[in-house]
Each structure stands twice: as structure tokens, then as C-alpha cells.
């Protein structure tokens, strides 16, 4: 069985990004550390391999001369040791290739596992702000075909070209140590050969280029012709559709043939080139036997030699130009790896065992992109147990504000203060254990409603929390009407819940924390008026000893705050309890009364009809 | 959609070899057997030269070497390179049949799966996802086509090789030729023996491969549930394990290739010994074995030239599989039997003048749960009807029986008093105007979406259409107005302007029948009156039904049809239903709400501008 070699380091202690090099060369270089031995044995590997199959052939000389040709005394024991010896040298070949393919492998895939598993921890480990413009599909396609680019570039591309390198190298000094004159004469055509490999690999994958582009413009129009499948048949518009496809089919058939008739040019020429330096040498070499320049066992070990330095040659150009795509591969993997990480400051401790809830926000301002502010001099306090509700439209920042607390983004001015200490201060481990978040757009995991639940500790969890949690966000009667119950798989791969019942199951997530700061960032916008009341009525029992934010879009939801919160533009433009902020002219009494208005208006819509 | 497909899931191979699908594979040839036929000849004519040439080899040591020859070494050297060019003219012609073949079965699948696909039925579509359709198409096609241009070429070659090899052995020298022959099953048998490791080994990592990618998947989306959670840690040990076990798996698989190759030769080199003693004493024998020097290099040559093939059957094996498991998938496509079609004796439907009839209308989709039972509903010529109700109240699946994009199980439905099933499909579907909930736009112009609904309208019937519908204004703000491209590469139109579009193409096409599926998201004021009028300016007078979700469109409607769970629970006027104070009554009320704060919120917002 094979060798189960632990890889060399993992992702925990290998900082991928210390590697990055401004050469590109350089930095594949270093992401090999901890398999450079491998690596480099994998070519000398090679070299030995490449070595001990030109000793091979210089035994045919042997082989043909002192065994055959002169059939000396004893030569019946001279035969059995040169097979014997071109058998060793054969086995010594196998095992030093074999070897060289294993220590490939094992440089190649273990750098491949590494890498994928540094830019998994990477990935999660960068900023809000990255992800919010990063496209998901993106981010994938790097790390996945992208990872296996530079995986082919150590294993097969890198290698390859040593190997050709090697054979050419090791072949040709054997040969001009048989005979200079024959081996310069016998190597004349490498260069053109080489030329034209890496012209011709260029050109091939330029027209592969076109080629694929075509397919995905076909696989593009396929895909619209299904995802638009009822408004073809609504219109009877198949044969329509017939013909498009068609054009963009002929079209990739007809780049398809031209891609294959530039192969079907190039072998033949490359033949035809090496055919005629084939000759051309046998020629000559036959010639110097017939002279007596040469003995006939050399020249049967030239015959066998030649191919070998000039066949490998062939490949070169696809290898290298390979190579070239690798290349932008890893550039596009090292770009993501360039990114800064966010520091969670795990090893920090934190100021203060556990949060009490006094919150201060003092002129904070905020910006993603400078001169834009999102958030301008936002003043306010919360004492701890209180309630603070926000309301405004979309896009007024209520979403921003509260991320600034668990500082999934930093402030860019002014202060907030956690129970006396500033924000800043304290780890982003420690607020995030402290403050619960629920989203309004919440994301479920494709395991079973116990794991999502459970995902909020870092623990082993018990029925009875998980339960208590569950009947708390009003989604035990729910989740038992499933067959199995808490087992039952969500997502892609099992029921797909309602917008309101992966809301209350994300609430239950985040109640199981028990956080001592709690925000609901309008957590139950799709659940029904009956059960959002319900999960109201159990969050106001429970939220006494914790200070709760709570964004809202309509006035019921919030008029019970202690602090109600008008929000502008980025700016507060109102604040105040229900009762205070109802006294005075603003947005608040203006929402309130146009609510209040929609139910006259209704009223006389109804009467109306009567 | 059904769930039975994930985007990540590998799927698994099929381990055994059918035969029928291999000839069904093999048939694909048929219509393009000349090409077949002259990459087997012209591919069986290199290996045959290059046998040749070891052959021609010999010669040059025994006949013009050895025997001091120095014109017999012109004439063989100029049979050399007239080989040569004989050879590279094969190559030519065998690359490039094979090439334009794979190419050529490529399209030729494609095009037929293509072509079924615009007659599978909705029903299919519903129970197959997309992903599933298009790997069909995409990938299974080019590994059929591979199979059948270059994996029979590989073949074919392998087997010439080894025929003209052992051809060329027996002329030289029968004896040493059975020395060799023992060989040949030992190395088959390795090949065997490493292709079934290898192979195993390899699916398993594309299968841990699979799942890394979905982890990828989910932790990029979940990226912000992770960080407020603390759980980094925990989410990089689980993804960790996966990839320990990718490792592993092409760890090995890369381990038993990488011995593989030199397991081959250096088997074949046992036998290049064995030829070496052998060849040996028969050349002390020279006068009665009539060995040569050259036969026997010739011998060493052909045992080099045998490793390629067996070498390369192992991987036309595997491919084989694969094309196996790929046409299976793909002819189960291709053999789907569509479960709407015309009748025998369909006639065509003429002008639709009588009314429409669910009469005692039963169906169910695939998991035999009823969404309508015992339904019945009549439409009168002109009459607008909206359809109101919850989530799987069975409100599309009215339009969709209606379209004819599935066909009741029980009852049947009335065009013109008569059984629709008795009309063509084609028929039906010209007197349909439809607008569908998201509004799928094809890529090409403005212009080229809108005509969509009538291919021979002029530009300027186009531009009336959307004038109509409301649309014109907004495509005039566009730089090329008509001809803007819409998606990826041209404007990004919001759900409003699709919309607007898609009731154009609708208008354009002169329905008799006008079907519409209102968008539940919310669209700005502006545009929400301008698709209030296109809709009134195409019902008027025409027989409408609408998936209702607006209170203007529900109000305006003739009749209101309340459902629930499959059942007609009120029906009447906007007025009467009011009266009744019941569902719609609850219904009403709460989307007033809705409507009335979304336009004041928007108002707000526009003062506060």
C-alpha cells in the first residue's frame, strides 16, 4: 500500500501571503516550502531516470559490438551480463521514475491541500467590506479551478519541462561523447522544431480561446431557452429556437475545425522535419561505420538515442505556453491572498470578563468609500436592559449602525464606548461572542434545524437548549411538524423552509447565545402578524437584563423602546420615546399619522363599496 | 425544481460496460462513415509505417552497414523518407478526420438533444434541473463525440501497433517472435491491474472534490453568519477533513500512476533481456537461425513500441466508462417522450368565440398530491379574470393548464365547446399573449424581445406595441433606444422595465387569449401606472386572466376569483366580495396597507429629495 505522508504544513501555521514575491516565478518558488526536498528530488529523480535509460542504450553498444560482433571467449557469460545489467539498469530507470512521479505528487497536492485550505480560512477571515463586493461565483471559481491550475503547474507542467530538458541535456552529451561531428549534425533541427512548437502551442491556444468562448455563448443561449422555457412554448417559438441554436452551434463547429486543422498541420510538418533529420543522421552515421569511424554497436545506440532528443521536443511549446495560463492563475489566487485579514485579536484578552450592555455612541461617522459617509455624527446612549428601536426607510443606515458594534466595520470618526471602554478596544472575538445578531435575510447552513441552532455555540449543546431556544422564537410546533423533527435537513439538500420560518430559526440560533446585547435587525419582517406578536411578548420577558436593538419598519414594532431612534440619510434625525417624539412635528408623527391615515382611507375605500 | 440534483454533487459512474449503449454510441458514426472509415485506415497506415521503419532499421545495419553497401544505404534511406512523408501525410488526414468527426458528433448530439428539448413538456422541466439539462448538452455530448473520434482512434492504433509489430517479428525471425509473445498478457494484465487502483482512487477525489467546493459555496455565503458567530475555527476543521481526505485519495491515485508507467517497462524489459540471450545465441548460430545483428535491434525496437499501446488501453478504458455513463444520461434525454403532443387528427383552433371551460378539471404534479380537485370555472369571450389567493392556492397551475403546459388528469377543459386536447398545441399557443412573473428577456436588442411575440412584424408595429404598453418612453432614454442590447452586456433593466417589455412582445403578438402573472415585487410608482395602462389598453375587449396582486388590477377585473388550496372559496365583483366580508375582504384590507405605505414611504422620501 502507498505511503500516507502527512503534508508537510498546514494551513495554521503557513502564512501563504509571507510567500508573495513581485516575481511570479519566485513566489511559486516559496509557496513550495516544507516540499522543496520533494521537489527538487523529483527532478533529480528524473535526471537518474533520464540517466540510467541512456546507459541503457550505451549498453547496446555493448551489447552489439563486444557480444555480438566479436563473440570473444566466454561470450555466452558476457551475454548473460549485459541483459542481466540492461535489465538492473531498466529496474534502476522504473524506480527512479516511480520515485520522481511520487515525491511530484506528493510536493504537487500537498502545496494544492495547503493552499486550499489557507484560502478557506483566508477567505472567512477577510473583511465585511471585501465580501460586500466580491461576487460569490468569483471567489469560487478561484479557489477552485484556479488552485488547480497551480496544482498542474508543479505536477505536470514544471516537471514536463524539466524532463524535456533533462532528456535533451543527458542524450546529447552522450551522443557527443560517441561522436561530436554526428551529434551536432543530428541535432540541427531542435531549434526550428522548438521555434516552431511554441509559435504553433501559441496560436493553438489562441484559437482554443475562440473556441471556448463559442462554447459558452452556446451554453449561454441553451441556458436562456430553458430558463425561458414558457415563454417559447407560450409563443410557439421552437423552431425560432431551433435556428438560433443552430447558428451558435454550426459557429462552434466550424472554430472547432479550424482549431483541429491547425493540429492536423503540425504534426505532419514536425514529422516530416524530424523524419528528414532522422535520415539525414542514420545517413551520415552509416556512412562513418562504413568508413570505420564508427563501430556498428554505436551506431545502433545512435539510432535509439536520437529519438529521444528530438521526439520530447515536440511538446515543449504546449508545456510552456501551460505554463503561461498557470502563471495567471496563480496571479488571480495571490490577489485574494493579498487582501488583509480582519484581526479578531483572539490571543488579546479582553478588557472586561463579560459586557453589561451601557452603550454610547458619541459624533460617530462612517464611510465605505471616502467622502461618502453612510453614517454622520451619530449621538446616542443606551443604558443596559433598555430597548432601542430604530426606524427609517431603506438605505438609512440602521443596518450600518448596528454592524459598527460587533465592528464587522471599524468607525471612521468619533467614539463608541462598551460599558466605559472604547469599541476599539475590545477584541472582534469578544464582541461577537457578546452581542447576537439576527439578520433579516438570514442564512441558513444545508445540515438539520439542530446544527443550525447549535451553530451559535462552540460547544456541545443539549436537547433541552436547543428546544428551549426553538419554543422562545416561536418554531418548536413548526419544526415538529416535520417527520424528523430537528434532524430535518434544510436547504439544497432537504425542505425549504419560509422566509418567516428561517427567520425564527436563525432567532432561535441566536437566543440559544444568550447574549447580554441582542440585535434584531428587522428579524421578523416575513413572519405573521400573530406569531411575531408571540415572539415579541417572549422577547420582552426575557430582555430585561439586556440591552436589545431593534430595527423596524412599522410604528407597533417599536412604540414600546425606551429610546426610539429616527433615522435620515445616515443622520438621527429624530429621537426620543413614543410619547415624546408623537408631541412634536417630525418624521416619526408623520409616519405614524400617514399609518393611521392608510386605515381612514381605508375605511373610506370600504365604505365606498357599501 | 427538483432537489434530487445539486450543483456540487459528482455524480456517480456506472462501473459496467453496456453493450447496447455502446453501439448505440457507436451509431453515431453512422450518418459519417466515410470520415470513420478513413481515420481507421489512415490511423492503421501510421502504425503500420512506423513498424515499418523499425523494419526498414534492420536493414540499414545488415544490407548496408554490414554488408558495406553504400548504394543498397541510398535506396534505403530514400524509402526511409518517402515513409516518412507517407506517415506524415497519414497523420494529416487522420488528425484531421478525427478532429472534424469529434467536432462534427459534438454538434450533431447537441443539436438533436436541442431540438427534443423544444418538445419535452413542462412536466419535464419541472421534475429535471437546469444544472442536470445542461451537462447533458454541455459536457456528456464532447465525451460521447471523444469516444467515438479518439478513443476509437486510440484503439484502433493500439491494436495495429501490436499487429504489425508482431508481423514485422515473425518475418525477422518466428522463433525469437515466441519469446516475445508471453509478454504481451502480463502487460495487459498490469495495465488491468493499475487502471482499476488508479481509476477508484481518482473518482473518490473527485467526489471529496465535489464536497470542498461546496463547502467554498457555503462558507462564502454564510461568510457573515461565521463571523458574527465566532466560528471560524470550527468551519476550517470541517473543511480541513475534506480536504485531508482529497489528499489522500489523489495522493494515491497520482502514487499508483506514477508506478504504472514503470511497472510497464520494466516488465518489458525482462523481455528485451530474454530477446538479448536469446537473439544472442542465435546469431552464434547466424548460419542456420539466419539472425541478424539488425533483427535482433529490430526485435528490442518493436518490445519498446508494444508499451505505448498497452499503456494507452488502460486510459481508453477508463474514457470508455465515463462515455458510457455520459450516454446513458444523455439518451435518457434524448429518449424522454414529451407527454403533451398533438392528438392524431388534431385540428387547428380558429378564432376562440365561445367560452372557456374547466369542466370538473382534477389535477395533480408528480407526487400525486390533488392542487385541483373537481374544478370548475367558466369564461366568458372578453372577460377579465383575476385570480387571487395564497402561495399554492393554485393560481398558476390554472394558467398553466389553461396554456396547455400541462393537460388535466381528470375533466377536461372547453375552448369553443370542445375538448382543448382536440386542437393542435401550435394553435392554442398563437392566440396566447403571455407576461410571466419575472419577465424573461432573451439576449439581443430591445426590438428582437418585443418581436419575439410576432417574428414578421415591421419596426414600426414594434414601436407601437410598446407604445402600447408603456414602454416606449423609458427605451428612448437609452443611447441606441430600440436596439440597446439588454442583459449582460448592455443595460441592466430593473423588474418594471422587463416587464414593460414583455407586455409589448404580448401585444405585438394580437392574443386572442392574454394571460398575465403579476410581479410580487415592488416596482416604482411611475412604472407601476405605466404597466397599469398597457394592461388595460391589452385586455380591453380581450379574454384576460390575471394573476392578480395589485388592488388596481384585481379591482378592475370583471370577475375575482378567490382560491384556496385548489378550490374556488368566493368569486364576484370587486363590490360584492367586499360586501361579503370575507377572505377577499381580509385580503384587500391587508394589501391596502401594504400598497398605501409603500407609496407614502416613497413619497416621504421624495419630498425629503
Keep these: 500500500m502507498p505511503l500516507h505522508p502527512d503534508i508537510a504544513t498546514t494551513a495554521s501555521n503557513f502564512d501563504v501571503k509571507a510567500t508573495l514575491a513581485d516575481n511570479r516565478l519566485l513566489s511559486l518558488w516559496r509557496l513550495l516550502k516544507g516540499y522543496r526536498p520533494h521537489y527538487i528530488g523529483a527532478n533529480v529523480m528524473l535526471a537518474l531516470a533520464a540517466l540510467f535509460n541512456t546507459l541503457s542504450l550505451l549498453l547496446l553498444m555493448v551489447f552489439v559490438d563486444d557480444v555480438l560482433v566479436k563473440q570473444p571467449e566466454g561470450w555466452f557469460s558476457l551475454l548473460l551480463l549485459v541483459a542481466g545489467a540492461f535489465i538492473a539498469l531498466s529496474i534502476g530507470r522504473g524506480v527512479f521514475s516511480f520515485w520522481s512521479g511520487k515525491l511530484a505528487a506528493e510536493s504537487s497536492e500537498g502545496v494544492a491541500v495547503r493552499l486550499k485550505d489557507y484560502l478557506f480560512d483566508h477567505i472567512q477571515h477577510l473583511t465585511f467590506a471585501y465580501h460586500d463586493k466580491m461576487p460569490t461565483g468569483e471567489l469560487i471559481q478561484r479557489v477552485t479551478s484556479d488552485i488547480d491550475a497551480i496544482r498542474r503547474f508543479y505536477a505536470e507542467q514544471a516537471i514536463g519541462v524539466g524532463r524535456i530538458l533533462i532528456l535533451f541535456v543527458v542524450n546529447l552529451v552522450a551522443l557527443l561523447a560517441l561522436d561530436w561531428q554526428l551529434g551536432l549534425l543530428s541535432v540541427l533541427v531542435v531549434p526550428i522544431v522548438l521555434v516552431m512548437s511554441l509559435f504553433f502551442f501559441r496560436k493553438v491556444s489562441e484559437a482554443y480561446d475562440k473556441f471556448q468562448e463559442q462554447d459558452g455563448v452556446l451554453s449561454a443561449t441553451l441556458q436562456e431557452n430553458l430558463s425561458g422555457v414558457r415563454v417559447v412554448k407560450a409563443f410557439a417559438r421552437q423552431d425560432f429556437e431551433r435556428e438560433r441554436f443552430e447558428r451558435e452551434n454550426h459557429k462552434k463547429f466550424e472554430l472547432g475545425k479550424i482549431f483541429m486543422m491547425m493540429h492536423a498541420s503540425y504534426w505532419p510538418i514536425v514529422d516530416v522535419l524530424t523524419g528528414f533529420q532522422v535520415v539525414f543522421g542514420y545517413t551520415i552515421g552509416a556512412l562513418f561505420v562504413m568508413d570505420g569511424k564508427l563501430t556498428i554497436g554505436t551506431f545502433v545506440t545512435y539510432m535509439a538515442m536520437l529519438g529521444w532528443i528530438i521526439n520530447p521536443m515536440r511538446e515543449m511549446g504546449r508545456l510552456i505556453v501551460q505554463m503561461s495560463t498557470g502563471l495567471v492563475s496563480f496571479d488571480r489566487v495571490a490577489q485574494i491572498v493579498r487582501e488583509d485579514w480582519e484581526d479578531l485579536a483572539k490571543d488579546k484578552p479582553a478588557p472586561i470578563p463579560a459586557l453589561t450592555g451601557n452603550i454610547a455612541f458619541k459624533h460617530v461617522w462612517f464611510e465605505y468609500e471616502a467622502g461618502k459617509p453612510v453614517l454622520e455624527d451619530i449621538t446616542f446612549e443606551a443604558r443596559a436592559g433598555q430597548t432601542v428601536a430604530l426606524l427609517g426607510s431603506t438605505g438609512s443606515g440602521k443596518t450600518t449602525l448596528l454592524a459598527l458594534l460587533t465592528r464587522f466595520y471599524d468607525y471612521t470618526r468619533g467614539s463608541i464606548t462598551l460599558d466605559g471602554i472604547e469599541l476599539r478596544d475590545y477584541p472582534r472575538y469578544f464582541l461577537r461572542d457578546q452581542i447576537g445578531i439576527v439578520q433579516q435575510e438570514p442564512f441558513l447552513f444545508s445540515r438539520s434545524i439542530r446544527d443550525n441552532i447549535a451553530y451559535s455555540l462552540n460547544r456541545d449543546v443539549s436537547e433541552e437548549e436547543i428546544v428551549a431556544a426553538a419554543k422562545l422564537a416561536a418554531v418548536h410546533d413548526v419544526i415538529m411538524e416535520f417527520p424528523e423533527g430537528y434532524d430535518t435537513v434544510v436547504g439544497e439538500r432537504g425542505v425549504t423552509l419560509s422566509g418567516g420560518q428561517k427567520q425564527r430559526v436563525a432567532l432561535a440560533r441566536t437566543l440559544l447565545k444568550n447574549p447580554p446585547i441582542l440585535i434584531l435587525d428587522d428579524a421578523t419582517s416575513s413572519v405573521d402578524t400573530q406569531t411575531e406578536s408571540e415572539i415579541r411578548e417572549a422577547l420582552q420577558a426575557m430582555m430585561g437584563a439586556r440591552t436589545t436593538f431593534v430595527i423596524a419598519h412599522r410604528i407597533q414594532s417599536v412604540m414600546n423602546a425606551d429610546l426610539i431612534l429616527v433615522m435620515d440619510k445616515g443622520r438621527i434625525v429624530q429621537r426620543g420615546t413614543h410619547e415624546e417624539l408623537m408631541r412634536v412635528d417630525g418624521m416619526y408623527r408623520r409616519t405614524y399619522d400617514m399609518q393611521a391615515r392608510i386605515e381612514s382611507e381605508l375605511e373610506q375605500e370600504l365604505s365606498r363599496v357599501g | ?609
Design chain 2, 1 to 609: 425544481m427538483s432537489d434530487n440534483h445539486y450543483g456540487f454533487e459528482e455524480e456517480e459512474f456506472h462501473t459496467s460496460l453496456n453493450s447496447s449503449t455502446l453501439l448505440r454510441i457507436l451509431g453515431q458514426l453512422r450518418p459519417h462513415w466515410q470520415m470513420a472509415l478513413g481515420f481507421i485506415v489512415t490511423v492503421g497506415m501510421v502504425a503500420f509505417t512506423e513498424a515499418f521503419m523499425t523494419r526498414l532499421g534492420a536493414m540499414v545495419i545488415d544490407e548496408a552497414i554490414l554488408a558495406n553497401n553504400r548504394d543498397r544505404l541510398i535506396d534505403i534511406m530514400a524509402v526511409y523518407a518517402a515513409t516518412y512523408v507517407v506517415l506524415a501525410v497519414c497523420v494529416y488526414i487522420f488528425i484531421a478526420l478525427a478532429g472534424k468527426l469529434g467536432q462534427r458528433v459534438t454538434y450533431d448530439l447537441r443539436k438533436q438533444m436541442f431540438n427534443h428539448l423544444q418538445d419535452l413538456s413542462l412536466r419535464y422541466y419541472n421534475k429535471t434541473a437546469v444544472g442536470w439539462i445542461m451537462s447533458r448538452v454541455n459536457s456528456d455530448s464532447e465525451r460521447i463525440a471523444d469516444l467515438v473520434s479518439w478513443g476509437l482512434l486510440d484503439v484502433t492504433w493500439a491494436v495495429m501497433n501490436m499487429t504489425a509489430a508482431f508481423a514485422f517479428m515473425l518475418s525477422i525471425n518466428w522463433q525469437l517472435t515466441l519469446v516475445v509473445l508471453p509478454i504481451v498478457p502480463v502487460l495487459l494484465y498490469i495495465a488491468n491491474w493499475f487502471k482499476k487502483r488508479i481509476l477508484v482512487h481518482y473518482r473518490e477525489a473527485r467526489r471529496y472534490n465535489s464536497k470542498i467546493t461546496g463547502s467554498y459555496n457555503e462558507m462564502i455565503t454564510g461568510v457573515r453568519v461565521i463571523k458574527a458567530l465566532n466560528r471560524e475555527d470550527s468551519a476550517l476543521a470541517e473543511f480541513g477533513v475534506n480536504t485531508r481526505l482529497m489528499y489522500t485519495s489523489s495522493y494515491k491515485a497520482a502514487w499508483y500512476s506514477a508506478l504504472f508507467l514503470p511497472s510497464i517497462y520494466m516488465t518489458s524489459a525482462l523481455a528485451v533481456g530474454a530477446v538479448m540471450i536469446v537473439g544472442g545465441i542465435q546469431i552464434e548460430n547466424a548460419v542456420t537461425t539466419g539472425m541478424t545483428i539488425g533483427g535482433v535491434n529490430a526485435f528490442i525496437g518493436y518490445i519498446t513500441f508494444m508499451m505505448w499501446p498497452v499503456q494507452d488501453l488502460a486510459r481508453v478504458y477508463a474514457e470508455m466508462q465515463h462515455a458510457i455513463a455520459s450516454a446513458e444520461r444523455a439518451f435518457s434525454l434524448i429518449d424522454a417522450q414529451p407527454d403533451i403532443v398533438n392528438r392524431e387528427q388534431a385540428q387547428e383552433l380558429g378564432t376562440i368565440e365561445g367560452q372557456i371551460v374547466f369542466d370538473n378539471v382534477t389535477f395533480f404534479y408528480d407526487d400525486n398530491k390533488d392542487v385541483l380537485e373537481n374544478f370548475n370555472l367558466t369564461i366568458n369571450v372578453g372577460e377579465t379574470i383575476a385570480l387571487v389567493g395564497a402561495t399554492g392556492s393554485g393560481k398558476s397551475t390554472i394558467v398553466n393548464l389553461l396554456c396547455r403546459f400541462y393537460e388535466p388528469c381528470e375533466g377536461s377543459i372547453l375552448i369553443n365547446g370542445r375538448d382543448y386536447r382536440e386542437y393542435t398545441l401550435q394553435s392554442l399557443h398563437s392566440k396566447l399573449g403571455i407576461v410571466l412573473q419575472t419577465p424573461h428577456l432573451f439576449r439581443g436588442t430591445i426590438a428582437d424581445n418585443i418581436r419575439y411575440g410576432r417574428l414578421e412584424a415591421t419596426r414600426a408595429e414594434i414601436e407601437e406595441a410598446a407604445k402600447l404598453a408603456g414602454a416606449h418612453e423609458f427605451i428612448k432614454t437609452f443611447e441606441k433606444g430600440y436596439d440597446e442590447e439588454v442583459g449582460e452586456s448592455g443595460v441592466l433593466l430593473s423588474t418594471g422595465q422587463k416587464q414593460l417589455i414583455s407586455l409589448a412582445r404580448a401585444i405585438l403578438a394580437k392574443p386572442e387569449l392574454f394571460i398575465m402573472d403579476e410581479a410580487t415585487s415592488s416596482v416604482d410608482t411611475l412604472t407601476e401606472d405605466l404597466i397599469q395602462r398597457g394592461m388595460e389598453a391589452v385586455m380591453r375587449g380581450r379574454t384576460s386572466i390575471v394573476i392578480a396582486h395589485r388592488l388596481s388590477t384585481i379591482k378592475s377585473a370583471d370577475r375575482i376569483i378567490v382560491l384556496e388550496r385548489g378550490k374556488i372559496i368566493e368569486q364576484g365583483s370587486h363590490r360584492e366580495l367586499i360586501l361579503q366580508r370575507g377572505h377577499y375582504y381580509n385580503l384587500y384590507t391587508k394589501q391596502f396597507r401594504k400598497e398605501r405605505e409603500q407609496r407614502y414611504e416613497q413619497a416621504l422620501q421624495d419630498t425629503l429629495a
